[in-house]
Each structure stands twice: as structure tokens, then as C-alpha cells.
């Protein structure tokens, strides 16, 4: 028995194609995922035993195979288990594999069959309208997948169970709407300052050209205050942008309740922050500082402090606009047009 289905993997903001392919043969029982997983996604299978026992279906006593293709691509994250539980369903005849044909699913099963929120649905969902599929992706993220296209297909399921329900036509998922991040707090705006009329024009003056600017004073001058109310004068950003900056910040995982940015960002890093915080990188790479304040502010309090190689690092996000972060396999670049 044979079941496919697509499925993402992230690299940078860009979402790639993966196809999760799923074979049941006859042979000693055994769950195999090959294709260059990740310990994540080496962890799946008890995850994907867990939720499909927890939906009434037991793996069969069988040898089952699933592939990760291309294998040649690093797979990394708990954003696979949902593919691979539907795929596996297909493979059994628990749900037809025409209903989700035209779907690639991202999401994290829990032990009880419900999809946990993953980081990454708005570039997910890009990436499978770009395929001319639809989406299927935890609840918790369907507001911002919807950002994606008025017109595609998005499935924002609580529960596996619901998955089912809707393929068999017991239940009925309802589209999810696109939501806008409101800011409740007050901004800090730069006429709430009294006096620095020089200040305020140095800032007037960074803000129209895009200029990276330095402030040196005294402790208690004002500099922090001023440098936090410079996004309150940039111009706001466009449909375009605001996109841009919310694929970033969902990757991050700072996308909260699926709410697209409307704001630019304003990022003040401490300065004990090492070079994989600010312009990021670790195991699972993963954008920093310089990327979260893309198409914003980017301001590094105490300058001095900063460890000489962080500050050597921001020469090509500066350049380039671009940060990126190179491995032995891959090759990863996040975006970083930023004033400093």
C-alpha cells in the first residue's frame, strides 16, 4: 500500500516542496522515516502512533517506510508529523488519498491527537499557493496562512479527529480569517519630547534618507528615549512589507495569534548578546536580531560593550541587506534592510 503527501520545509523565509511518501510491505513490524531527518523528525513516530491511536486507528503489524523526498534536503522541526500522520492514513484507507491530494500540511501532533501551533504558516502558506495546493495547518495558525491568498484552500484544524471528520463529510472546516496585529499599547511618538530640537531633527533627517545613525551623550541625555520613537516617524510599510516582515517573525515563532505586523519593528538587543542572537544561526538556524528588524529599527544601547567579532558581523546585513548563514549542506539567507 502506497500514500503520498506534500508537505515544507523551511529554508530561510523560502518554503521548499517536500513530498512525505509512505509504503506498508509485508515483513517484520518496523517505522522507518529516511531522508535526512532531524532528531525532531526521527521523534514523529511515537508522536504519529500517539495521535492516530488516540483517533481510534492502530498501526498495522507491518513494515512501514516513509521517505522524505527530495533526501538530499535536511529535514528539521516537529512540523512534519501532520503530513506524515495523513500520508500514513492514505496508506491505510482510513481517508481517501484523492481528499488530500491537493493539500501540503504542516503541524505537531500531540499524544492526543490534537495539532500544536508550528512557526512558519504564512511562508508555508505562500510556498503552497505558489505549488497550486491548498493548506492544511494547526488551528492556532490559520489566521496568518489566510494572509497568504483570498482564494486558497486553508484547513486550520484543533484535532486530527476533525481532519477526518471533514474528509468523510461529517464536518464541515470553515476557512479561517486574516487577522491584523492592533496595537493597544500607545506607540512611543517623538512629539511626546520636550526640547532636543537638535536631536529631534538629526532623527527627522535619519528617517527621510534611511541613514544609520550614532548618538553619543552623557547617561540621562535622552538617547534611548529618542531612539525608541524614531519608528513613530518612518513611513508606514506597505501590503508588501508588512508581509516581508511577518514571514520573518512567524519563522521566529513572534507572530502572535496570527496577527500580520502593521508596525515597523524596533529590536534592542542587550549587549551581552552573542553573534548567533544577533545575526542569527545555531543548530536549527534561525533568524536573529539584524532579521527581526527588517525594514526597522535595529538599536544597540552601549555600543561599546558589544563583543568586537558581533559588531564585525554586522558588515554584511549592512551591505547586503541580507544575512546569510552558511552550513556544510545548505546555504540559508534571511532578510535585513535595517537602520541602525
Given amino acids: 500500500m502506497y500514500a503520498q503527501m506534500s508537505t515544507l520545509a523551511f529554508v530561510g523565509i523560502e518554503a521548499r516542496p517536500i513530498e512525505v511518501q509512505v509504503r506498508i510491505t509485508p515483513g517484520a513490524q518496523a517505522f522507518a522515516i529516511v531522508g535526512l531527518p532531524d532528531k525532531a523528525v526521527a521523534e514523529s513516530r511515537e508522536r504519529v502512533r500517539n495521535a492516530l491511536h488516540a483517533v481510534g486507528l492502530g498501526l498495522p503489524y507491518k513494515h512501514l517506510t516513509v521517505n522524505l523526498a527530495p533526501a538530499d534536503l535536511p529535514k528539521e522541526g ?30 505537531e501532533l500531540a499524544l492526543d491527537g490534537s495539532i500544536r501551533a508550528v512557526p512558519g504558516c504564512l511562508p508555508a502558506a505562500i510556498g503552497a499557493n505558489a505549488l497550486g495546493k491548498g493548506l492544511i495547518c494547526p488551528a492556532a495558525g490559520g489566521a496568518e496562512a489566510a494572509w497568504a491568498s483570498e482564494t486558497m484552500p486553508i484547513l486550520a484544524a484543533p484535532h486530527l479527529l476533525s481532519l477526518v471528520n471533514h474528509f468523510k463529510g461529517l464536518q464541515t472546516l470553515r476557512r479561517p480569517e486574516p487577522n491584523l496585529e492592533r496595537t493597544t499599547a500607545s506607540l512611543l511618538d517623538l512629539r511626546d519630547v520636550k526640547g532636543q530640537e537638535t536631536a529631534k531633527r538629526v532623527l527627522e533627517v535619519a528617517a527621510a534618507g534611511g541613514h544609520n545613525l550614532m548618538m553619543i551623550g552623557p547617561p540621562g541625555s ?82 561599546p560593550e558589544f563583543q568586537p567579532n558581533v559588531l564585525d558581523a554586522l558588515r554584511q546585513p549592512l551591505e547586503a541587506g541580507e544575512m546569510v548563514i552558511a552550513r556544510a549542506n545548505h546555504r540559508i539567507a534571511y532578510p535585513s534592510r535595517i537602520q541602525l
Avoid: N, Q
Fill in 222 to 303: 535622552g538617547k534611548s528615549m529618542l531612539a525608541a520613537r524614531l519608528p513613530s516617524i518612518l513611513p508606514p510599510l506597505t501590503p508588501e512589507e508588512m508581509l516581508e516582515v511577518s514571514m520573518v517573525h512567524s519563522l521566529a515563532g513572534e507572530l502572535m495569534g496570527g496577527k500580520l505586523a502593521t508596525e515597523r519593528p524596533f529590536r534592542a538587543p542587550h549587549h551581552s548578546a552573542s553573534m548567533a542572537a544577533l545575526v542569527g544561526g545555531g543548530s536549527r538556524p534561525r533568524p536573529g536580531e539584524v532579521s527581526l528588524a527588517h525594514l526597522g529599527v535595529l538599536f544597540l544601547d552601549e555600543l
Fill in 78 to 107: 516537529s512540523h512534519f508529523d501532520l503530513a506524515i500522520a495523513l500520508a500514513l492514513m492514505a496508506a491505510m484507507e482510513a481517508i481517501s488519498p484523492e481528499a488530500i491530494s491537493d493539500y501540503a500540511a504542516i503541524g
